[in-house]
Nanobody
Framework: QVQVVEYGGGLVQPGGSLRLSCAASGNVFSIYTMGWYRQAPGKQRELVAAITNDGTTTYADSVKGRFTISRDNAKNTVYLQMNSLKPEDTAVYYC?????????WGRGTQVTVSS
């Protein structure tokens, strides 16, 4: 079983930055994909960014050029560096661990972008 926990959410002004962290623990294998999703109230959960075990990344069009996903396999940790934040980035951000047909989700961390 794998558990993931997110850290780093908070309140930030437009144009500011936040760095989210997600640590995986338990029966973690070296070959897996991790990603960040977000969900605003009343809206569907959407993919923000994902990264494979070999470092291949995927980003939502809305965050390209502003967000960067990275991972540290030695620490079983994935990061999301968020720059130039906009009010529309406000959402609960969830970390996801994926291996074959198995998925594990964190509880989420709130990111609020407001002046």
């Amino acid at each position: 079983q794998v558990q993931v926990v997110e850290y780093g959410g908070g309140l930030v002004q437009p144009g500011g930055s936040l760095r989210l962290s997600c640590a995986a623990s338990g029966n973690v294998f070296s070959i897996y994909t991790m990603g960040w999703y977000r969900q605003a109230p009343g809206k569907q959960r959407e993919l923000v960014a994902a990264i494979t075990n070999d470092g291949t990344t995927t980003y939502a069009d809305s965050v390209k050029g502003r967000f960067t996903i990275s991972r540290d396999n030695a620490k079983n940790t994935v990061y999301l560096q968020m720059n130039s934040l906009k009010p529309e980035d406000t959402a609960v951000y969830y970390c996801n661990y994926h291996r074959w047909s198995f998925d594990s989700w964190g509880r989420g961390t709130q990111v609020t972008v407001s002046s």
